[in-house]
């Protein structure tokens, strides 16, 4: 056996080897347009068939994903609308989505805008049911008595704040 010669010859040719294709002669084209190249008889096609369809579909994809944003940022701004509309009249203006009323009972269902009308509904059907949520607004200072003395309300005269604390600094 001889110094580099494989250890045995098969006398088969190998089959899995690629037989090299004779060259054709080159055809003096025009260079491609980007994503485009020459077939075998000269016309110009897609290099990549399914690329554009791949292309409208990410855009599809990220235009979706941006509408559904917006929506949901919307719904929020529209929510803290009506929450500002009803927090004069429930303690907690969330109690409203808790009671079951959805963005759409109070929007009016021809223009999409909120409606104060259907607000006003919803409002009274939940203090209906849940009377304990309604905000009840503090006594005015005016009324607040500092003894046992109760407020005259039947004056016409304003209190002075001057008025308030002669009256809290008298003797009893």
């Avoid at 080897?17 to 054709?24: A, M, V």
């Avoid at 980007?34 to 990220?62: F, N, V, W």
Wanted: include cysteine; hydrophobic fraction near 30%; charged fraction near 30%.
């Amino acid at each position: 056996m001889l110094a580099g010669q494989p250890l045995w010859e098969s006398d088969e040719s190998d089959d899995t080897t690629p037989q090299s294709e004779p060259e054709q002669p080159a055809t003096e084209q025009p260079e491609a347009p980007p994503g485009m190249k020459y077939d075998a008889s000269g016309k110009l096609i897609d290099a990549e068939p399914h690329s554009r369809e791949a292309r409208y579909r990410t855009q599809l994809r990220a235009t979706e994903l941006e509408r559904d944003q917006l929506r949901e940022r919307l719904e929020n701004r529209d929510k803290a609308e009506v929450e500002h509309l009803v927090a004069n009249r429930l303690i907690d203006p969330k109690d409203l989505w808790a009671a079951g009323v959805s963005l759409p009972d109070v929007t009016d269902p021809d223009s999409g805008d909120i409606s104060p009308q259907l607000i006003d509904e919803c409002l009274e059907r939940v203090v209906k049911e849940h009377p304990h949520w309604r905000f009840n607004p503090a006594a005015p200072a005016s009324a607040v008595s500092f003894g046992a003395e109760k407020p005259d309300l039947t004056q016409e005269q304003q209190p002075t704040w001057q008025g308030v604390f002669q009256q809290a600094t008298q003797p009893r």
